[in-house]
């Protein structure tokens, strides 16, 4: 939400412009650090990371290569364990890897890409910056820009009725 002050025919007024809100500004309030893991670690090391780490998804790599292979996340750990009990956890998380990987681009307007979680059931996903990897975001990072963003156009649209109001006093 944007608010820009300008000038109507009858007097000074301002224009209240709403620009979408883009993954990149999600990158921008989140930050943009990965966590990744080569394919070949072991489930229960995965578990131990999100703990240690307070996260939920991590992207699958080769040993000693950057390019996604796909996405390991809570949910599709809890997969693997229901499909193979206990013995999983000593599985690679190759097993566990959602592939390919879902992806979004930096410019997508984020209500696109919210859509497109749903549509998919996904909860997480990789941002891509054309063929980089800039970030990723989960699908309760989106929601909370999506609150903090009504939260501020409520606030803005409540002082501009209330600005109206005490002008026409």
């Known amino acids: 939400l944007r608010q820009d002050e300008g ?3 009858a007097g000074a007024s301002s ?10 500004h999600v990158l921008a309030r989140k930050g943009s650090q990965v966590v ?3 394919r070949t670690r072991a489930i229960k090391d995965v578990i131990a ?3 240690e780490r307070n996260i939920a998804s991590v992207m699958v790599t080769e040993p000693g290569d950057t390019a ?3 996405i390991a996340s ?7 364990l229901a499909r193979g009990g206990n013995a999983a956890l000593d599985e690679p998380i190759s097993t566990a890897t959602r592939s390919p990987v879902p ?3 930096t410019d997508e307007r984020v209500s696109d890409v919210l859509r497109r979680m749903t549509d998919d059931r996904v909860r997480h996903m990789l941002v891509m910056d054309g063929s980089r990897v800039a970030g990723i975001v989960s699908i309760g990072d989106l929601v909370k820009i999506r ?5 501020i156009e409520g606030r803005v649209l409540r002082e501009r009725a209330l600005g109206q109001i005490v002008a026409e006093t």
């Open 49 to 51: 990371l999100f703990d």
């Open 103 to 105: 992806t979004c681009q």
């Open 74 to 80: 809570d949910r599709s750990i809890i997969h693997a």
């Open 15 to 24: 224009a209240l412009e709403v620009s979408p809100m883009r993954i990149s």
């Open 147 to 151: 609150l903090e963003d009504a939260e």
């Open 68 to 70: 996604p292979l796909g």
């Open 36 to 38: 990744s893991v080569w």
């Open 7 to 9: 000038l109507d025919g």
